[in-house]
């Protein structure tokens, strides 16, 4: 049982480059996000879906696209990345009821570090 | 602002002793509270949840004690062992439902 896989594990751009984070889950969540992990932060929200075709935007999402073709893939990209960047960042799914009503599922981060 | 804050950014513990982890939240209208355990180099895991309309709510050797008079939330450990050494976050909804709100975190150190 895979749950929230994450691809890739680590990753180092230099500025200016692109790249894309994958996310992919197996439990048919429709619900899923994206999360940054700063020292001393905590987690803030990027950007979530509520299920194929919709996207929104979190507390931070300046920098950084999503797009939700299927359930199970939300892929987060960045167009040209800063070192404001360099993070650690974690997907994250839930089931969905018209609000979050129970835990998120997080996977084991991509920690990306900018030049 | 939504805002979810902890008391205190390290606990030292030892062996055995019981642990308590302190959160005060801002938003009043938050429905869902949530605490996660997120060891080194990994992903936050689930630890235990409760709904704005408990005050507690038991798991295994976790109790999370709610009193929305003074927004305040609190994650019990009880005999503290050293696997619980992490950082334990809480999180709660935001008013629309559609993110968890989470705290900068309190780092547990547990030695034997």
């Known amino acids: 049982n895979a749950g929230v896989t994450q691809t890739p594990k680590f990753q180092v751009l230099k500025t200016g480059q692109s790249m894309t984070l994958q996310c992919a889950q197996d439990?048919?969540?429709?619900?899923m996000s994206w999360y940054r992990q700063d020292p001393g932060m905590g987690l803030r929200l990027i950007h979530y879906s509520v299920g194929a075709g919709i996207t929104d935007q979190g507390e931070v999402p300046n920098g950084y696209n999503v797009s939700r073709s299927t359930t199970e893939d939300f892929p987060l990209r960045l167009l040209s990345a800063a070192p404001s960047q360099t993070s650690v960042y974690f997907c994250?799914?839930?089931?969905?009821?018209?609000?979050?009503?129970?835990?998120?599922?997080f996977g084991e981060g991509s920690r990306l570090t900018v030049l | 602002g939504e805002s979810v804050g902890l008391h205190l950014p390290t606990l030292s513990v030892q062996e055995g002793d019981n642990s308590i982890i302190n959160c005060a939240y801002s938003n009043s209208a938050s429905d869902y509270f949530i605490w996660y355990k997120q060891e080194s180099g990994k992903g936050p895991q689930f630890i235990i949840d409760i709904r704005s309309n408990m005050d507690k709510r038991q798991g295994q050797r976790v109790t999370v004690l709610l009193n929305k008079t003074v927004k305040h939330l609190s994650l019990q450990i009880a005999a503290t062992q050293p696997g619980d050494s992490a950082v334990y976050f809480c999180?709660?909804?935001?008013?629309?439902?559609?993110?968890?709100?989470f705290g900068k975190g309190t780092t547990l150190s547990v030695s034997s």
């Open positions: 994250a799914s839930s089931p969905w009821q018209g609000a979050i009503t129970g835990e998120l599922f």
């Open positions: 999180a709660e909804t935001n008013q629309a439902g559609t993110a968890l709100i």
């Open positions: 439990m048919n969540h429709e619900y």
